[in-house]
């Protein structure tokens, strides 16, 4: 195994997952293609891999093996001689997960599904393709609960990504629900949320969110807080300046 191998197999542990959760999810204003990028695929491959190692470990049969055909790819490093896949762009990487996950999920059920069409939604989204995603989670969400998280954060993206704030909100809300399965889930959930109440000039609702977020870290010291508390506060001063000083003062 390589280094880089080493490396990746390192970054699937909890913690690290968890910090890859944060840089992902916590993205600024961008465009569509950059946030559901961002967010879906950091979350999506690092989230999806870690419980497909998980599931692989739990259940080595056929159809874990088939699972394993569509992420062979993405796990191929460019200059690793010893894989099979040949690769002169990142993208063709993505190309030939999409190939495999179409050939193989006909054939698939239950768990193995689902981290499937998890991997083809990725896919596509790396590859430009975000408008056939939707049906893709949706198609999660009818499976085992361990994965509507990412399905769930999934469309919460994509529909902020595409100013359709309402149904952003009540996939956000939903995606609060996991907060058992990851804890430090609440504070990117309250950020997400308050920025689609930012987009809808509901600044009040927006800055309570985010003040929850800031109450949890104020009393620790700067090096304790987490990336997400700065994103907070950068939030926090974008609510207001564009509030009247006596309603951005009530909010505090």
């Keep these: 195994m390589t280094k880089r191998k080493d490396e990746r197999k390192e970054l699937l542990?909890?913690?690290?997952?968890?910090?890859?959760?944060?840089?992902?999810?916590?993205?600024?204003?961008?465009?569509?293609?950059?946030?559901?990028?961002?967010?879906?695929?950091?979350?999506?491959?690092?989230?999806?891999?870690?419980?497909?190692?998980?599931?692989?470990?739990?259940?080595?049969?056929?159809?874990?093996?088939?699972?394993?055909?569509?992420?062979?790819?993405?796990?191929?490093?460019l200059d690793d001689e010893r894989d099979k896949f040949d690769f002169s762009s990142g993208a063709q990487k993505f190309e030939q997960a999409l190939v495999e996950a179409d050939k193989k999920i006909p054939s698939l059920s239950g768990v193995a599904l689902q981290q499937a069409l998890l991997l083809k939604a990725n896919c596509l989204v790396a590859l430009g393709r975000q408008n056939e995603v939707v049906d893709i989670y949706q198609k999660v969400l009818k499976g085992d609960s361990r994965y509507h998280v990412?399905?769930?954060?999934?469309?919460?993206?994509?529909?902020?990504?595409n100013k359709e704030y309402d149904q952003a909100l009540s996939y956000y809300e939903k995606l609060a629900k996991a907060g058992s399965a990851f804890p430090k889930l609440e504070d990117f959930v309250n950020y997400?949320?308050?920025?689609?109440?930012?987009?809808?000039?509901?600044?009040?609702?927006?800055?309570?969110?985010?003040?929850?977020?800031?109450?949890?870290?104020?009393?620790?010291?700067?090096?304790?807080?987490?990336?997400?508390?700065?994103k907070v506060e950068t939030l926090l001063n974008e609510l207001d300046e564009a509030a009247p000083a006596s309603d951005a003062g009530a909010g505090a």
Excluded: W
Excluded at 46 to 75: C, D, K, T
Excluded at 152 to 161: E, M, P, Q, R, V
């Design 150 to 161: 990412f399905a769930n954060k999934g469309l919460a993206d994509y529909y902020f990504a």
């Design 192 to 230: 997400h949320r308050a920025r689609c109440l930012q987009a809808k000039n509901d600044l009040t609702q927006a800055r309570s969110l985010a003040n929850a977020v800031i109450d949890r870290y104020k009393d620790k010291e700067v090096a304790e807080r987490p990336p997400i508390y700065r």
């Design 13 to 77: 542990k909890t913690d690290e997952f968890k910090a890859a959760l944060e840089s992902g999810i916590s993205q600024t204003k961008e465009s569509p293609r950059v946030v559901i990028g961002g967010t879906i695929a950091a979350f999506a491959v690092l989230g999806l891999v870690f419980f497909f190692m998980s599931y692989r470990q739990q259940a080595a049969n056929a159809a874990a093996g088939e699972v394993y055909q569509i992420e062979a790819p993405l796990n191929a490093q």
